[in-house]
């Protein structure tokens, strides 16, 4: 699971990239790596670095307004004999501007209520550092093995008060096993573990004053508490999750088709303070996915489905001063909150002149559906949108060099967006987060917007190797609610 600080979270994802072969393979979002011995990836390496400046208030109230940040990435493949490999290293230092209702989290999620929030406006700095790499072992004609492996770690900081260093850490790893027969035919299968670490420590500059927080329980409701004097220590959350995924792949000499699903299960307890071991809370998720690509000389296709349920538990505790004992006692543990995600992305691409030709057009669309419930006393939160898009794709040659030039326009409209609060929050210090927070998430998902993008990307060849510059922007526009949300990227690739 790899780290991710999301940059263009309101505006269109970006262009096709025809160059990179790991990109556009139907294997490597799959996590089956045994599956590229049979179908392996042209042999690539590239270095990148980029930059990108977001700006704007159109966008999911804990992400602020603002995102800027500098990242490198080193990528490629090998084949030793028989065996495909495949490596990639990412280094990101980032800063967020003006984020909101958050003093624990690296990265907020609508599926994880247990945290600590506050009502002060702050900026956030992040460095990640992930790494990745899969091998596909050929066993004869008609088998393979493979492995898939990652580790990931960043660190984060609040700079206002209450002020968090937050550090977290995943480590993943992947055995995979396909089978191919009458040529044609491939199938696949794999299972995955992943260990996820969190570790928050609230501290303030200014030690005279303490600050006025909310301990998160979901969809509002929350106690108050406060960072100073040693109420609030540090804060862990610890995750295991475990995924199994099938897979099955058609091939002709005309056309590749691969569909795959994969179901992962994960539980995340939530602990307050290392020393006397609190525990806070605890999520159980189930995810379901399911994907189906397909390759063809002038027509490619994807679409991706996901599901995802997650049971927020409380716990009922006590601290047992017995001998032997000394510690917190979990007496009774209840589901008090769920929340239901549902994601689906489709893409389709048409080239009139095949994969080299001048010109590529495409359509695509997204859907997003929040379903988020507290108990009792009870409160929800719903939300849903559907985006689509129409882009075209121009490669211009200039000499030895060439231009490409991709544009994407889009329309988002709003479905659903409704906060209901039936409980009450004492601290007056505090009551933004039933009249702002979510209120804000609501409206956001509810919102009508207008997007647009542009790509650059100037290729410059070098003997084997080339160079490619790359410039892009985007601007998205709400209808309905006010701000709106633009942003650029630079980057240079060298590609050997």
């Known amino acids: 699971m790899a780290i991710l600080i999301l940059g263009f979270c309101t505006i269109s994802a970006g262009a096709w990239d025809d160059d990179n072969p790991w990109r556009n393979s139907l294997w490597s979002g ?42 490198f990435t080193a990528e490629g493949t090998a084949n030793i004999k028989k065996v495909f490999l495949w490596g990639r290293f990412d280094f990101s230092n980032t ?53 898939d492996a990652g580790y990931d770690c960043g660190f984060g900081a609040k ?39 969190e570790r928050s420590t609230p501290t303030l500059s200014n030690i005279n004053i303490q600050q006025t927080v909310a301990l998160m329980r979901g969809l509002g409701n929350c106690s108050a508490s406060t960072v100073g004097g040693g109420t609030i220590r540090a804060y862990l ?51 379901i996915k399911a994907n189906f690509g397909l390759r063809a000389a002038k027509h490619w296709a994807d679409v991706n489905l996901a599901y995802n349920h997650t049971n927020g538990i409380e716990h009922v505790k006590i601290y047992d001063t017995s001998p032997g004992v000394n510690g917190y006692v979990i007496q009774a543990s209840n589901v008090m909150s769920t929340y239901d995600i549902i994601r689906a992305d489709a893409e389709y691409r048409f080239m009139p002149r095949g994969k080299e030709g001048p010109w590529a057009f495409g359509v695509n669309a997204k859907y997003y559906l929040e379903s988020d419930e507290y108990v009792a006393p009870q409160s929800t939160l719903n939300g849903s949108f559907v985006r689509g898009g129409l882009c075209a794709d121009r490669k211009i040659d200039i000499g030895k060099t060439m231009l490409e030039i991709y544009l994407e326009a889009g329309f988002r409209a709003g479905l659903a967006g409704e906060y209901i609060f039936t409980s009450t929050i004492t601290s007056p210090k505090l009551q933004a987060i039933k009249d702002d927070f979510y209120p804000s998430i609501a409206a956001y998902y509810k919102a009508h917007a207008a997007d647009v993008s542009l790509r650059l990307a100037y290729d ?36 050997f």
């Not at 967020?96 to 600590?116: I, K, Q, S, T």
């Not at 792949?249 to 307890?269: F, H, M, P, Q």
């Not at 701000?483 to 590609?495: A, C, I, P, Q």
Request: a positive charge.
């Open 159 to 197: 700079q206002v008060d209450p002020r968090t260093a937050t550090y977290i850490r995943n480590i993943h790893v992947g055995p995979s096993f396909t089978f191919k027969w009458k040529e044609k035919n491939i199938l696949g299968v794999n299972i995955a573990y992943t260990n996820n670490f």
């Open 237 to 287: 959350y610890k995750e295991h999750c475990v995924e199994g995924g099938l897979q099955y792949n058609y091939t002709t000499s005309d056309i590749d088709l691969l569909a795959g699903v994969k179901y992962i299960w994960e539980r995340c307890d939530v602990i307050h303070d290392p020393t006397k071991q609190e525990p806070m809370g605890r999520t159980i998720t189930s995810r």
């Open 460 to 495: 410059i060849p070098i003997k084997k190797s080339s160079i490619r510059i790359i410039a892009s922007g985007a601007f998205a526009k709400p209808i309905n609610i006010s701000g709106n949300r633009f942003g650029v990227h630079l980057g240079v690739e060298y590609r």
């Open 30 to 71: 799959t996590g089956n790596a045994s599956g590229l011995s049979f179908k392996p990836v042209n042999k690539y390496h590239r270095l990148k670095l980029g930059g990108v400046y977001e700006q704007g208030a159109f966008n999911l109230i804990q992400e602020g307004t603002g995102f800027k940040g500098v990242d």
């Open 95 to 147: 800063f967020r501007d003006g984020a909101n209702y958050n003093v624990m989290l690296f990265n907020p999620r609508p599926e994880m209520p247990f945290y600590v929030a506050d009502v002060n406006s702050s900026n956030w700095r992040y460095q990640t550092y992930n790494l990745a790499a899969k091998a596909a072992f050929p066993l004869g004609e008609a088998f393979a093995l493979g492995i």
